[in-house]
């Protein structure tokens, strides 16, 4: 079997105080918040100690500890608590913790290359329009990794995270060229597991 195409870098966007719980309140709103602005002021041992404050009750906090502790910022650098920690955010329904969880596992960043495990991960995280989940889904779909090679499936997962500006998808669309009669016809044969082509919201 081919090997996986190049997976681009992480992105390291930080998840949204908009993904906390509503039913904590203000002063967790309050803390997550302050945790960003630690972190965009490169104070990222406060950023930490804050969310790590928070974690148990906001999944977003939750996804940003594994993300600190996945890239040793703040704190000492961890893959397996970071992958146990994306893991609870992922499994909280956090399309963020499932894209980062997949990616550490296609990369094995925490053992042996994982892509079975990755695979309902980019699913969940592609159907919620999250662009990396789109792009490293595309690849598995191009390359018949854990799916049947479809190559239709693969074109519309790039088009979905190029929409929302993803270079690496975009160049990638590029790299194909146009679509065969042959992809079209995949495109109507696609397995019902996978995923539309998603829109932007």
């Known amino acids: 079997m081919r090997k996986l195409l190049p997976i681009m870098p992480l992105l390291l966007g930080l998840a949204t105080a908009g993904c906390a719980s509503d039913t904590t309140g203000t002063s967790l709103r309050s803390d997550f918040n302050a945790g960003v602005v630690a972190y965009d002021a490169g104070d990222y041992a406060k950023a930490y100690k804050i969310w790590s404050a928070i974690d148990d009750d906001d999944i977003a906090a939750m996804r940003n500890v594994a993300m600190m502790r996945r890239q040793g910022l703040g704190t000492a650098k961890d893959p397996k608590g970071a992958e146990d920690m994306y893991l609870r955010a992922a499994e909280a329904g956090l399309p963020t913790a499932q894209a ?33 989940a789109q792009y490293e889904l595309a690849q598995f779909y191009e390359v018949g990794q854990q799916v049947p090679k479809n190559m239709a499936v693969a074109r519309d997962l790039y088009a979905a995270a190029a929409s929302h500006g993803m270079k690496e998808a975009q160049a990638r669309l590029d790299q194909l060229g146009p679509a065969s009669a042959d992809q079209a016809a995949q495109r109507s044969q696609a397995a019902p597991s996978a995923p539309p082509a998603a829109t932007a919201h």
Do not use: S, T
């Open 100 to 132: 980062d969880l997949a990616d550490m596992l296609i990369r094995g960043e925490a053992g042996e290359p994982d892509f079975k495990r990755a695979l309902p991960l980019l699913e969940a995280a592609a159907a919620a329009n999250h662009p990396l």
